[in-house]
């Protein structure tokens, strides 16, 4: 439950102590949803709304942390059931509006995953992942950076229903940053808290960088930022 995870938090970061010395699969199988343990969703606190959130979050931090991807047959319709090898998945579900759009939300993250090698490209590498912040337990909210050569993007997670306004973290360089990806999105059955608008960084020292940006998370929601391209470093061609 959201109002217990500031006691727990330890565990999601407690991993990266030993991250780098194998390579990892970051699987949700079925050996989780069967024998008495309960489908995913059941899994999540809360009423229907919030579960959905949960899920989703959920999904966004297993591909935006290092690691690949594994994901059982069944979860892209958040079935009740746990999976059974005497019948099939609960197909029917897909009729449900609240299940298009989580079908909705796996396309788009597989497809931003694919689009964003700071993501993927250096997963074994340490200089691919760094954490921005993971000790605030009072929010349960986590931040970090992935990275591949030059492209960078930052993730945040908050961890709680409670939508943080003006929330600051530090930035990884100064300049514009554009929301790339928000688990939170209408689309997807999330609240759609506006927090699209591109962001400029403060020349605020926060987290031990000298720049910060100051974000609106929404509630159970995930959040990927990318710096803006800035149009004075790209190069004219001269003419003969």
């Not at 690691?67 to 999976?83: D, P, R, S, Y």
């Not at 020349?203 to 974000?215: D, F, T, V």
Request: aromatic content about 10%; some cysteine.
């Amino acid at each position: 439950d959201p109002v217990h995870r500031k006691y727990h938090q330890d565990e999601l970061t407690f991993s990266m102590i030993y991250e780098y010395s194998e390579r990892f699969i970051n699987s949700l199988s079925h050996d989780e949803v069967v024998h008495g343990k309960g489908a995913l969703i059941e899994k999540m606190p809360g009423d229907w709304w919030q579960r959905q959130a949960n899920y989703r979050l959920l999904l966004a931090y297993q591909y935006t942390r290092p690691g690949k991807q594994l994901n059982f047959m069944g979860i892209e319709v958040a079935q009740h059931n746990e999976w059974s090898h005497d019948s099939s998945v609960d197909w029917h579900l897909e009729s449900q509006e609240c299940r298009q759009q989580l079908q909705r939300y796996l396309i788009d993250l597989g497809r931003f995953y694919l689009e964003t090698p700071a993501l993927w490209a250096s997963d074994p590498d340490p200089e691919g992942f760094e954490w921005i912040d993971c000790s605030d337990r009072e929010n349960s909210v986590l931040a970090y950076v992935r990275r591949a050569g030059d492209e960078h993007v930052v993730v945040v997670l908050n961890m709680t229903p409670v939508p943080r306004q003006d929330y600051r973290i530090g930035a990884p360089a100064a300049g514009r940053y554009e929301q790339r990806f928000s688990s939170d999105d209408a689309r997807y059955g999330g609240s759609g808290l506006d927090t699209a608008a591109p962001i400029d960084t403060d020349e605020i020292p926060w987290h031990g960088r000298a720049q910060s940006l100051l974000l609106r998370l929404p509630p159970l929601g995930a959040l990927v930022l990318a710096p803006v391209p800035d149009p004075s470093h790209d190069t004219v061609p001269t003419p003969d």
